[in-house]
């Protein structure tokens, strides 16, 4: 039973650029959200995708955007990087309205120069 | 403004003695709290949970207590080993029967546990 899975383990863009950071959510599961983890810090939720519609959003800007496919998996885009975007991207899955906690996949390191 | 926050960033204690870690949250909204384990490279697993109608839950060598009033958590991991070395997050969110609800976490704190 394939946990979360996310792709790719690492990356690093210049300013400016775009990026799509991909997850596969564990089997069964429905909800898919995205998590910020900057170093020394918890993770920030971004937003959370069910039914292929963003469902809630953190406190993060329109260049952050996602989509959600069919099958349950899941994208983030970030628009126009900044340094400031540099951080671990986690993407966790779970099973809506079950009471079951959100289970997390290892994370893309983006890292912006 | 931290809605929840560990105040310890750090915490190290002898092989097979008990591990207290803490937390503390400010929303009153929040009704189910997790923690969450993290070794460096992976994403964090997690460990156990409580929901705000009870105030205590365990699982083997982990327990969660809940203060409601003091809105403070703590778990306790008896007795502690080497591999639970790691960081310790806690999380909380609100309406907590929908798994899906965004989750907020604390700073973490990191536990090492000396042979």
């Known amino acids: 039973d394939a946990g979360v899975t996310q792709s790719p383990t690492h990356l690093i863009k210049t300013r400016g650029q775009q990026v799509t950071l991909r997850c596969s959510p564990k089997s069964g599961h429905d909800t898919v959200s995205w998590y910020q983890q900057a170093l020394g810090q918890g993770p920030q939720f971004i937003f959370q995708?069910?039914?292929?519609?963003?469902?809630q959003r953190g406190n993060f800007p329109d260049r952050f955007s996602g989509h959600q496919f069919p099958n349950y998996s899941s994208e983030l885009n970030v628009n126009a990087l900044l340094l400031g975007d540099s951080a671990l991207y986690l993407c966790?899955?779970?099973?809506?309205?079950?009471?079951?906690?959100?289970?997390f996949g290892d994370g893309t390191r983006l890292s912006i120069l | 403004d931290q809605q929840v926050k560990q105040n310890s960033p750090s915490l190290s204690v002898q092989e097979g003695r008990i591990s207290i870690l803490n937390c503390d949250y400010t929303n009153s909204m929040f009704d189910y709290f997790l923690w969450y384990k993290k070794y460096p490279a992976e994403g964090p697993t997690f460990l156990i949970s409580i929901s705000s109608i009870k105030d205590k839950n365990e699982d083997g060598r982990f327990t969660v207590f809940l203060n409601k009033s003091a809105k403070h958590l703590s778990l306790h991991i008896v007795p502690s080993q080497p591999g639970d070395s790691a960081v310790y997050f806690c999380?909380?969110?609100?309406?907590?029967?929908?798994?899906?609800?965004?989750?907020?976490f604390g700073g973490g704190t990191r536990l090492m546990v000396k042979p």
């Open positions: 966790a899955s779970s099973l809506s309205g079950t009471g079951k906690p959100q289970h």
């Open positions: 995708y069910y039914e292929e519609e963003e469902r």
């Open positions: 999380a909380a969110s609100a309406d907590g029967n929908n798994a899906g609800n965004m989750l907020t």
